[in-house]
């Protein structure tokens, strides 16, 4: 097996072992736990969304929101000040420890349907807690994890809802973060990408949220973390249908935008810069964060245009 394949071969594991687990996606109603009655009967009442909601009453413990065909709950330390009756508040709402459906100001790292980059809060026997930014943190059952997760750590979870009971619940499974293949991908399209977990050899992302792609290290310069949002370019498409990756547009495409990044360093630098052709890869890398290969390309381009002028000793200099 060559060194650049194994992450690819740990990526089809996960994929084999996540086939033969059951799916939530139609979760079954569970005989211990039943959904609120209101939200088992109003199809307008949606948890797991960002709403704006009408102040319906004042309470003692905060104010109701009319919400479906009833109402829900704004809790008062997240009630703003002066709110009247009448008043539009945008709130998300999900449900509490006794699946009750509750509101909050705060805002969530992402909402049903969203795949967000989380970090592990707690573990128990049934499942790992997730921090999300509420109070009540987001659950990942056991069935729903692809693989060990200790506290600390960042996984890319797919926010999901159990449409029997109103819970909301996470899922790191690879069938549901990549349900899809690589498809009509073709050389140099641009895709958006999600950094699903990092090797020795590179980044394994999510391209628009349906299939895998490999960021090779050696080629990606600048560091990225488990939930980046970034934008890419398909490199290449295999045979057996793996998409290599480029956080670059390939070939000479990206010539002008690594020569604006030149230019933006020698004006934040005095209009000076000590690299050179004879530099070293790290120093062009760290510098400009791009391959020399990049760098000397984009370095022609802008001594064509008459914009900067080259010198042996004192690398490259912005032309007055």
Not at 52 to 70: A, E, P, R
Request: hydrophobic share 35%; charged share 25%.
């Amino acid at each position: 097996m060559s060194e650049e394949t194994t992450p690819w071969k740990q990526a089809e594991k996960f994929l084999r072992k996540s086939q033969n687990r059951p799916s939530l996606k139609q979760p079954q109603s569970s005989s211990s736990r039943q959904s609120h009655p209101f939200l088992a009967k109003d199809p307008d009442a949606v948890v797991g969304q960002f709403q704006d909601l009408t102040v319906k009453n004042l309470s003692d413990y905060g104010v109701y929101l009319s919400f479906g065909q009833d109402r829900v709950l704004l809790p008062n330390k997240y009630v703003p000040e002066n709110t009247a009756v009448g008043q539009t508040i945008r709130v998300f709402v999900y449900t509490d420890s006794e699946d009750r459906p509750v509101a909050t100001t705060l805002e969530p790292a992402g909402v049903v349907g969203d795949v967000v980059g989380l970090k592990v809060k707690d573990t128990a026997p049934f499942g790992i807690f997730m921090d999300w930014g509420l109070e009540k943190d987001l659950l990942v059952p056991r069935s729903e994890q692809e693989g060990r997760m200790e506290p600390g750590e960042t996984h890319l979870v797919r926010i999901c809802l159990d449409e029997s009971t109103h819970r909301i619940y996470g899922s790191t499974l690879m069938s549901n973060l990549a349900s899809g293949d690589a498809g009509e991908l073709s050389y140099g399209e641009a895709v958006e990408l999600i950094i699903h977990s990092i090797s020795p050899i590179g980044y394994t992302a999510l391209i628009n949220k349906t299939c895998l792609g490999m960021l090779y290290k050696n080629e990606t310069f600048e560091d990225l973390s488990i939930g980046d949002r970034c934008r890419g370019y398909v490199l290449r498409v295999r045979e057996d249908g793996k998409v290599d990756l480029t956080l670059k547009q390939p070939g000479y495409a990206s010539v002008e935008a690594s020569a604006q990044k030149i230019i933006q360093v020698l004006e934040a630098g005095g209009g000076v810069s000590p690299c050179h052709d004879k530099s070293r890869p790290e120093e062009i890398q760290a510098a400009f964060a791009m391959s020399k290969k990049e760098f000397k390309r984009a370095v022609g381009s802008l001594y064509k245009q008459g914009r900067i002028t080259l010198h042996k000793v004192d690398g490259i200099r912005l032309k007055s």
